[in-house]
C-alpha cells in the first residue's frame, strides 16, 4: 500500500465527496472558471481546522491559504455549513449510524459539574465529518479549540 504524504492522510474519500458535493452550492454560471477545485480547497479547510494551524499555513497543495479561507468564510455566511451539518447528521441517522442510547460516564466532562444527559454516540468516520462541520459551522478562529466537551461518551 503506498504511503500518503502526511496532509493527505485525511483528505475527503470518494465517498464522502460523493455525500458532500451535492450539498455545495453549484458554480457561478458566469465568470472566469475556478482554478482550484472545490474539493481541494475543502480539503484545506478541513486541515486547517483539524490542525487547528493559522491560515497562511494551510498547505500548498490544497491552493493558495488565502483562496480556502475565502471559500470558508463564503461559505460559512451563506449557512452551507449549517446546512451541511443537519443534513450530514439526518443521512448518519437514515443509515442507523447514530445511536440515541444513554451511556453511562465515570466522570463529568471537562469544564462541567455534572454528567452528561443522553446523547447521541457516532461512528468514530461519522463523527470526524460532523465535529469538523461543527467547528467549520462555529467559524473555527486562529486559535486551537477543545474538543473534550465534543467528544462522544462511547463509539
Not at 451541511?84 to 460516564?105: F, I
Request: net charge positive.
Amino acid at each position: 500500500m503506498p504511503t500518503l504524504p502526511p496532509p493527505a492522510r485525511h483528505d475527503l474519500t470518494d465517498a464522502e465527496w460523493a455525500l458532500l458535493a451535492p450539498l455545495l452550492p453549484a458554480p457561478p454560471r458566469r465568470g472566469r472558471p475556478r482554478t482550484w477545485g472545490i474539493r481541494s480547497l475543502l480539503n484545506g479547510i478541513f486541515f486547517r481546522i483539524r490542525t487547528g494551524c493559522p491560515w497562511p499555513d494551510v498547505h500548498e497543495r490544497h491552493g493558495p491559504w488565502w483562496r480556502v479561507y475565502a471559500l470558508f468564510v463564503h461559505l460559512r455566511a451563506d449557512g452551507v455549513w449549517t446546512n451541511v451539518h443537519t443534513r450530514l447528521l439526518t443521512h448518519a441517522q437514515e443509515q442507523g449510524k447514530l445511536s440515541w442510547r444513554s451511556v453511562p460516564t465515570p466522570r463529568p466532562l471537562a469544564g462541567t459539574s455534572t454528567p452528561p444527559a443522553p446523547g447521541k454516540t457516532v461512528s468514530p468516520a461519522i463523527w470526524q465529518s460532523l465535529l469538523i462541520m461543527v467547528f467549520a459551522a462555529q467559524g473555527a478562529g486562529s486559535q486551537r479549540r477543545s474538543t473534550s466537551a465534543l467528544m462522544p461518551i462511547a463509539w
